[in-house]
């Protein structure tokens, strides 16, 4: 119980970052490359790739490259689950 404990823990930190927790919600929705996530989100390309850094280096998201393209897609199914539970209390229209 402690080890999925920490685990949680280690997750909701992630999430606390709002530019993190965009990213994950535009992902949520499916894949998108770094141009989609960087217009959707509006975030700087430099906080843009240091925030999906932190995400890959914590194996929530993986990537594929097409091209000069990176596609982003979540990779976690808890951090998918966490990310349903948010939108459905906070995003979704009343």
Not at 9 to 22: A, E, G, V, Y
């Amino acid at each position: 119980m402690r080890l999925s404990a920490e685990a949680a823990c280690r997750l909701m930190k992630i999430l606390s970052n709002p530019d993190r927790l965009l990213l994950l919600c535009q992902l949520s929705q499916g894949e998108k490359n770094v141009g989609e996530l960087e217009a959707l989100v509006g975030v700087a390309q430099p906080t843009l790739s240091q925030q999906l850094g932190v995400l890959r280096e914590e194996g929530l998201v993986s990537t594929r490259r097409e091209g000069k393209n990176i596609y982003y897609c979540i990779n976690s199914p808890q951090a998918l689950a966490v990310m349903g539970v948010l939108y459905a209390q906070f995003c979704k229209i009343r």
